[in-house]
């Protein structure tokens, strides 16, 4: 087992461009979530996925963000016409829902965005 | 509300000396897991140790121990002998049953050679 890993590690962009992340899971976790952090903050919750199936996204999440899930596998993370606000750490973390692990979250290394 | 306060913003030890980072938290939930994650600079959210809310037994994880008080929806941690490599930003991480996690604002932790 190798671990949760994003991809990728660090990106800058533009203001409106659009950028992709992506997050591939402990291979055995049904959940999938994605939280951001911004500098000396803890990270904040945006969405979730169980299986494929997308269960709640925060209020955080305007329209522009989309994220999927589309074979219960990896999962991507979209962030259209980005904005400078949208300059954060992207974390995702997996888990299992059964088992002496359960609901314990763990975390791939993220992807640092900066959008100039 | 579900809040999660970490009262110490910063917290410094002399190595092999023992800490206790404070985490107190609301919710009207009986049934919850806690969790105490370490992130060290630029490097990945770690777990540390993690409570099941219905165990009365406080969980251990070698020289990481904490101390749950449920009645006072308390959940400190205490590191033991601490090493330098211990140095990082620690966060409490209650998941108060609704699945995700809600973060404190976290505790900065020096340790002194």
């Known amino acids: 087992d190798t671990g949760v890993s994003q991809d990728p590690r660090h990106k800058i962009t533009k203001r409106g461009q659009n950028v992709t992340f992506r997050c591939d899971p402990i291979?055995?976790?049904?959940?999938l979530y994605w939280y951001r952090q911004t500098l000396g903050q803890g990270p904040e919750f945006l969405t979730y996925f169980q299986n494929e199936a997308q269960l709640e996204k925060s209020r955080l999440l305007s329209d522009r963000f989309s994220a999927e899930r589309p074979k219960g596998s990896f999962s991507t993370l979209e962030i259209q016409r980005t904005e400078q606000g949208d300059s954060a750490m992207y974390l995702c973390?997996?888990?299992?829902?059964?088992?002496?692990?359960?609901?314990?979250?763990?975390f791939g290394p993220g992807t640092r965005l900066l959008v100039l | 509300a579900q809040t999660v306060t970490q009262s110490q913003p910063e917290m410094s030890v002399q190595e092999a000396e023992t800490v206790t980072l404070s985490c107190t938290y609301d919710t009207s939930e009986s049934d919850y897991y806690l969790f105490w994650y370490k992130q060290p600079p630029s490097r990945q959210m770690i777990l540390v140790i993690r409570?099941?809310?219905?165990?009365?037994q406080n969980a251990t994880e070698n020289r990481f121990s904490v101390n749950f008080q449920k009645a006072a929806k308390s959940f400190s941690l205490k590191i033991s002998d601490s090493q330098l490599g211990d140095a990082a930003m620690y966060f409490c991480?209650?998941?108060?049953?609704?699945?995700?996690?809600?973060f404190g604002t976290g505790t900065r932790l020096t340790i002194i050679p």
């Open positions: 991480a209650p998941n108060f049953g609704n699945e995700k996690l809600t």
């Open positions: 291979s055995e976790h049904n959940r």
């Open positions: 409570q099941e809310a219905y165990k009365q």
């Open positions: 973390a997996s888990s299992a829902i059964r088992g002496s692990d359960q609901e314990t979250q763990y």
